[in-house]
């Protein structure tokens, strides 16, 4: 029974101190009876035999309650530096490149979501404060927006400064990529409207985030080499996602999301009150694009969108906030 528990608990020198102690206290008995009765110690000598099983049976289960012990201390361990290393990394993709190995930097095509989200007036809200003020900001930002994006299943796939890239969809698509996208851009335009009337509230200047929006086909994988991997998505939609962002910033906008997500998300439009805009032509872009809009901004845009040159393309860069232009082309 001292055996069982002390294997049960995985205490491997618990096992081997019953199981010595035991035998150590029999073997004392046998030598010492002799002296008091010779028929005790006859009686005793044949039970030598189960002494040694137990003796070895004692030594095998220290073996196994040992490496037991240690494989499940790794295994602690390794989920410790996987719960640590998710900090750093979404935790959908800590899993994949956990379980695929040098497998998951094999690239593939795939339809994605993605999500670009930029504070508005970054430089005018910071320039004044310490480096110290800045992080904390900075962190609190983050959190802010990080919360809802999680929560609608997308993956943050980098910050640049005060711009967050999501992806919905990687490492696996599913039929509700662009729907999760969109309730997390409102999402996201919501927890830092709160964040804003909280600073207000403080004395502390407002924040304003804009968002755009878009879906189609993406190369997913891990680019780098064996010093150091960073997994992403890349192919025209990210650049496209970036674009409308930037236009979102030129025309005042907080959400502008294409139509592309729309058309993957269907009845969400009327869910979330979106109205079309006229087609607009973006940034790099030879074609137009169509966006959708929250219907209480549209109303402010609609004398820019009865504009006849609104389909002209724009040969000048159009004004965008801090940081709508810094994001890489993928």
Do not use: C
Not at 307 to 316: I, T
């Amino acid at each position: 029974m001292f055996l069982a528990t002390a294997a049960v608990r995985h205490r491997p020198y618990l096992v081997l101190y019953s199981g010595g102690l035991f035998v150590a206290g029999w073997a004392g008995i046998w030598i010492w009876v002799p002296a008091a009765d010779a028929r005790l110690a006859q009686a005793l000598a044949t039970d030598l035999a189960r002494l040694a099983v137990v003796g070895l049976v004692a030594f095998a289960l220290f073996i196994a309650v040992s490496r037991a012990r240690s494989t499940l201390v790794k295994s602690i361990t390794e989920a410790r530096l996987r719960a640590n290393l998710s900090r750093y990394f979404s935790p959908q993709v800590v899993d994949r490149l956990a379980h695929a190995g040098h497998a998951a930097r094999a690239f593939r095509s795939q339809k994605a979501a993605i999500l670009f989200a930029d504070l508005r007036g970054f430089t005018a809200l910071t320039e004044k404060m310490p480096a110290e003020e800045v992080a904390a900001f900075l962190n609190e930002y983050r959190r802010r927006i990080t919360e809802p994006i999680i929560s609608h299943r997308g993956v943050i796939d980098k910050f640049i400064g005060d711009g967050v890239m999501a992806v919905f969809g990687v490492p696996q698509p599913g039929p509700d990529d662009a729907r999760d996208a969109m309730l997390a851009g409102v999402g996201a335009l919501s927890a830092i409207a709160e964040w804003s009337r909280e600073r207000t509230a403080q004395g502390l200047p407002p924040v304003r985030i804009g968002v755009g929006i878009h879906h189609g086909d993406v190369i997913a994988g891990a680019l780098g080499d064996e010093n150091r991997l960073e997994y992403t998505v890349i192919g025209d939609p990210v650049n496209t996602a970036t674009r409308i962002e930037a236009e979102a910033a030129s025309l005042g906008a907080s959400l502008l999301i294409s139509a592309e997500v729309v058309d993957a998300a269907p009845g969400m439009d009327g869910e979330l009150h979106l109205v079309a805009l006229s087609p607009r032509f973006l940034r790099g872009r030879s074609r137009p694009v169509r966006l959708y809009q929250p219907k209480a901004e549209a109303k402010a845009m609609s004398a820019s969108d009865e504009n006849p040159m609104a389909l002209e393309p724009q040969l000048s860069e159009p004004p965008a906030s801090d940081g709508a232009n810094r994001w890489p082309m993928k």
